[in-house]
Structures are given as structure tokens and as C-alpha cells.
């Protein structure tokens, strides 16, 4: 799970400080939302064609991460 982490990166140059995946403009906040409103991972790499699939389980770990732990 460390490696898939590695993944969400912060800098107060991109979003204002929010985690983003890999540098991109791409929150962890708006994937997460979209995997609650039903969208397939199939579905936002599509949308989305800079993601891969474990940047997507990044995000979701992530998710689970700060749930228990309170920060990423």
C-alpha cells in the first residue's frame, strides 16, 4: 500500500495544497466523489486517459487511510 501512496502527491502549487494523483491536476477529493456517485474505474480511465489503474487504487486507499488514520 506504501507504493500505491506514493502516488498522492501535494503541492501548494497545484489545487492550493489538495492531494492530487502523480502531480496532475486531478484531486483525490473529485475521484473519490465520482466512485461514490456510481462511476466504474473503467469509466473515469476513460474520462480521464492520464490515470491508470493504480492510480485509482491509490485514491481509494488513500480514502481508507484517512478514515482511520485522519491524514493521508
Same mark, same amino acid.
Given at each position: 500500500?506504501? $507504493? !500505491?501512496?506514493? +502516488?498522492? @502527491?501535494?503541492?501548494?502549487? /497545484?489545487?492550493?495544497?489538495?492531494?492530487?494523483? +502523480?502531480?496532475? +491536476?486531478?484531486? /483525490?477529493?473529485? /475521484? !473519490?466523489? &465520482?466512485?461514490?456517485? %456510481? #462511476? @466504474?474505474?473503467?469509466?473515469?480511465?476513460? $474520462?480521464?486517459?492520464? &490515470?491508470?489503474? $493504480? $492510480?485509482? +487504487? #491509490?485514491?481509494?486507499?488513500? %480514502?481508507?487511510?484517512?478514515?482511520?488514520? %485522519?491524514? /493521508?
Amino acid at each position: 500500500m506504501e $507504493d !500505491l501512496l506514493k +502516488r498522492i @502527491t501535494f503541492s501548494r502549487n /497545484v489545487l492550493c495544497g489538495k492531494p492530487v494523483i +502523480r502531480g496532475l +491536476r486531478i484531486s /483525490v477529493e473529485m /475521484v !473519490l466523489e &465520482l466512485l461514490a456517485k %456510481g #462511476a @466504474t474505474e473503467q469509466e473515469i480511465l476513460e $474520462d480521464y486517459p492520464e &490515470l491508470e489503474p $493504480d $492510480d485509482l +487504487r #491509490a485514491v481509494v486507499n488513500a %480514502g481508507r487511510w484517512r478514515k482511520i488514520h %485522519g491524514r /493521508v
